[in-house]
């Protein structure tokens, strides 16, 4: 690793004040999970690092809209968060199937969504619940939806003297009828080869009045299947519409091959897996 | 150059070190305690595990620099006045290991488990090593290790 500097402001003021001045050559360190192999690697070589550590970005808080959760909030942190356990539990399942107990202690909601793997597991079930995320820079800040944020396998709209500060969970897309399913080769500690999460939210009659159907590694961005999601908005829930939702969600995404996995394996398990977890969606119902 | 200083096993240290080399780089080459293990450098393996601020922490995913200020908790803290801890000297009499490559980050998993649960079932135990590789002795002795240090610091505390 090429040597670089390290400073701990400890106001989000200084930070972005950091990062307003030294552009691209610094770096923000959350947990550092990703960025020190990345450094290590020579993929990165930052000639400052700006620790996040002290920045007072780990808080939660409800607002009349949302649930706003600080973007260093670790993956242990979110866990324990019985908020989001109760009103976005799919949230919390992605936690559960995050690495092993050391990497969820320093991993970051934040790290995780700005290093924007295809495979990252906490992006599905953000976006699942419609999250907002908020960037700032020393010259004011921008909100918006998670799922526009992506612009590549790890590319974002996030600007050099930015930092994302906050993610927003509108209050109204809280769901329990909500289910993340995780594929890869064990338990624990693996990358996902798919990640999937699906949200429902059904009126007083029982019809799907919202529906989600988010995916990871299936495309070089997380994705909606919007049209399998559109198939179930109105319809009563039942076996052959999520049967039916899954094929077409099947159609819509655009896997790759790689070390993990196959194109042909996503494209089957896209299928097995978005049906299934509409069902789990339901099974409280 | 960053200067740091960092609680290690209740002892005040004042190193000084690149700002990019890890806190597992810190304990072992400044400070000498070679029990944190040096396994894939990439979090994965979990033979560096120490206690950071209370909490778990794969030593080779932490900047020195990052644990300015705070207290660490390295396998060498474990046993007092000469004395094994509980779970060290079940590990021992239950055959929890073999080479011992993975037992140093083992015991800060399952100490940390420990702390917070007192009575973990098996699955629980599991799952708080979800993060340690054992390559050569495999996991039921552990477990089981685990349980009856847990029964022990038990029957201790009444
Ligand atoms: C052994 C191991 C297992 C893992 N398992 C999983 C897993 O199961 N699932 C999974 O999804 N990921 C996994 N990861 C990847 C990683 O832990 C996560 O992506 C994690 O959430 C990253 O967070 P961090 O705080 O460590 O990010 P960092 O490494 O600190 O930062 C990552 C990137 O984001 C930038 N950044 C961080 N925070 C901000 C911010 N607030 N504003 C602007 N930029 C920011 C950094 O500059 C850097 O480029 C694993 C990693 C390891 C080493
Ligand atoms: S050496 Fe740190 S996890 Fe393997
Ligand atoms: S005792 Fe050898 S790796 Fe666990």
Redesign the interface.
């Known amino acids: ?6 400073l ?1 402001p400890t106001t989000l003021n200084d930070a972005l004040e950091l990062k307003h001045k030294h552009g691209a050559a610094a770096r923000v ?1 959350a947990g ?2 990703d960025l ?2 990345r ?2 690697a020579q993929v990165l070589t930052p000639s400052l ?1 700006i ?1 996040l ?1 002290h920045a007072a970005l780990n808080n939660i808080k409800v607002s009349d809209k949302y649930l706003e959760v600080g973007a260093s909030l670790t993956i ?1 942190e979110v866990l324990q968060n019985t908020r989001i356990e109760d009103l976005f539990p799919a949230i919390h399942m992605a936690c559960r199937k995050f ?5 969820r ?2 991993a970051t909601i934040g790290g995780n969504i700005v290093n924007a793997s295809p495979a990252a597991d906490l992006v599905s079930p953000l976006i699942a619940y419609d999250a907002e995320i908020v960037l700032k820079s020393a010259n004011g800040e921008r909100t918006m939806p998670l799922v526009t944020f992506f612009t590549g396998a790890g590319k974002t709209l996030l600007k050099d003297d930015e930092i994302l500060t906050q993610i927003r969970l509108p209050l109204s897309a809280a769901s329990t009828n909500a289910y993340f399913i995780k594929l890869a080769q064990r ?3 693996a990358i996902s080869q798919l990640n999937l999460t699906t949200r429902l939210n059904l009126n007083r009659q029982g019809l799907i009045e919202t529906a989600r159907i988010v995916l990871g590694s299936v495309a070089a961005v997380p994705m909606r299947a919007m049209a399998a999601e559109a198939m179930l908005v109105g319809e009563k829930s039942s076996e052959d519409l999520f049967y039916a939702a899954a094929a077409q969600a099947r159609q819509e995404v655009k896997p790759i091959s790689d070390i993990r996995a196959s194109r042909e394996y996503r494209l089957q398990m896209t299928q097995v897996l978005v049906r299934r977890a509409l069902l789990e969606s339901i099974a409280n119902v | 150059m960053f200067d740091l200083e960092i609680e290690v096993n209740g002892k005040q240290e004042q190193v000084s070190v690149e700002a990019d080399t890890t806190l597992l780089y810190l304990l072992r080459d400044k400070l000498g305690l070679t029990g944190s293990k040096d396994g894939c450098r990439s979090g994965d393996c979990g033979a560096c595990v120490v206690l950071l601020d209370g909490k778990t922490v794969n030593a080779c995913m932490v900047l020195a620099p990052q644990a300015n200020g705070a207290s660490v908790m390295t396998v060498e803290g474990l046993a007092k006045d000469g004395e094994l801890h509980p779970l060290q000297r079940c590990f021992s009499e239950s055959w929890a290991f073999q080479c011992g490559f993975c037992t140093g980050g083992m015991l800060m998993s399952c100490y940390a488990l420990l702390k917070s649960n007192s009575n973990p079932t098996r699955d629980e135990i599991r799952a708080a090593i979800a993060g340690n590789f054992c390559r050569c002795t495999g996991y039921q002795a552990l477990v089981t290790a685990v349980e009856q240090a847990a029964a022990e610091l038990r029957a201790n505390n009444v």
Do not use: H, V
């Open positions: 690793m090429k040597p670089a500097e390290f701990s360190i550092g999970t020190i192999l450094m290590r690092l620790d550590q242990s690495a092993g107990p050391p990497i202690n320093r338990n624990s500690m």
